[in-house]
């Protein structure tokens, strides 16, 4: 027997429709919106946590099939699927527009951490997310080359309660940050924690972000005042960890996770990357071969239980296109690339998670 097609039996119908990672129903997740009924066509509007979410289409026919289901096994079914980014920030006097604030941080350098943020920050905005990437390594900035942007110069304006803000630099719809900016790139920056840390402070206050799902923040190798300043400047939503497999990279980058879960800090974290998975070259796609280790982030994240978000090879085209100012995920045909969009869902279901399930965030508070 055919249930009349009314708003009611819809939504009861789409009640039974779980987020799967949420784990409750669309409805009591008031996910669900413009249910508008015309002769058999039932038209409703699904909003996702994130524009990210790797599961679109296992949720849309997942309503699909409730309603011819439950309601009308003939009716015309038309879902709208869009998304409204979810954030769980206290204290939005700092960044009222900005969502989610994610730092990006490994142990050591040269894991390629700054490599994996840009590459994340482009795969984001290509989703439709509202993107902006701080570059916070104060003595070796590196986005304005990853972002073929070295010549540009941000400019300063008068905002509306009078103070100065700094215009970000956009490139690849991503809002740039950056002391490579404001400082020629032959030029060394010798400058003490306290100068780095004000420097910091001061492209989170006196940018003009605007609008933002997500606000990355690349962090420079280690655990310092940098790390410190952030945490106490603005609440951070969660933190990645990269790392390659190699057991010194391992051992640093478990030293920063445990920075962010120390008690007086407690920011989430939200997984790790391994970087330099394996190599594989150019005339063998198929190869792997394990130059610095196998499994080695995988077992970082088992080990704190945090998620892999994904795992990274070591090839020549993601250097390259780094180099020359175009992050590899623009090439969205290759398999790298796709590495990197997957690591953005990841990255974004995660959050996703985080907002639903833990405590809001909140500016931490430490004695000296």
Not at 280 to 287: S, Y
Not at 301 to 319: D, F, S, T, Y
Not at 323 to 328: A, L, S, V
Not at 335 to 359: D, G, H, K, W
Request: glycine residues 8%; hydrophobic residues 45%; charged residues 20%.
């Amino acid at each position: 027997m055919t249930t009349p097609l009314t708003e009611e039996a819809v939504l009861h119908a789409l009640s039974f429709v779980e987020e799967p990672d949420l784990g409750q129903d669309l409805v009591t997740l008031k996910m669900i919106e413009n249910v508008k009924i015309d002769g058999r066509t039932v038209a409703f509007t699904v909003v996702l946590t994130t524009p990210a979410c790797p599961l679109k289409q296992l949720i849309h026919d997942a309503c699909e099939r409730a309603i011819h289901t439950m309601v009308d096994k003939d009716a015309n079914v038309v879902i709208t699927m869009t998304s409204r980014v979810t954030t769980m920030r206290q204290n939005n006097d700092l960044l009222p527009g900005v969502k989610n604030i994610i730092a990006i941080a490994s142990g050591k350098g040269g894991v390629g951490k700054s490599t994996v943020t840009a590459n994340l920050a482009v795969a984001l905005a290509a989703t439709g997310a509202r993107v902006g990437l701080v570059d916070a390594d104060i003595s070796g900035p590196s986005m304005p080359t990853m972002f073929g942007v070295e010549e540009e110069r941000p400019h300063v304006f008068q905002g509306p309660n009078g103070k100065n803000l700094i215009q970000p630099i956009i490139q690849f719809g991503v809002k740039l940050m950056s002391i490579g900016f404001l400082a020629p790139a032959e030029s060394a920056i010798v400058w003490r924690g306290p100068m780095a840390s004000s420097a910091l402070k001061q492209f989170i206050t006196e940018v003009d972000w605007g609008e933002l799902d997500y606000l990355l923040l690349d962090l420079p190798p280690g655990t310092s005042d940098i790390h410190l300043t952030l945490v106490q400047t603005v609440p951070v939503t969660g933190a990645i960890i990269v790392t390659t497999p190699q057991k010194v990279a391992l051992a640093d980058a478990q030293k920063g996770l445990q920075m962010f879960r120390q008690p007086q800090i407690n920011v989430p974290v939200l997984g790790v990357v391994e970087n330099m998975a394996w190599f594989t070259p150019a005339e063998l796609p198929d190869n792997k071969y394990f130059i610095f280790g196998e499994g080695g982030g995988k077992a970082l994240a088992e080990k704190h239980e945090v998620p892999l978000l994904g795992q990274i090879p070591l090839v020549q085209r993601i250097r390259e296109t780094g180099d020359g100012g175009r992050p590899m995920v623009l090439q969205a045909d290759t398999p790298e690339a796709q590495v990197f969009a997957q690591l953005a869902e990841a990255l974004a279901r995660q959050v996703s998670i985080r907002n639903n399930v833990a405590p809001k965030t909140s500016i931490v508070e430490m004695q000296r």
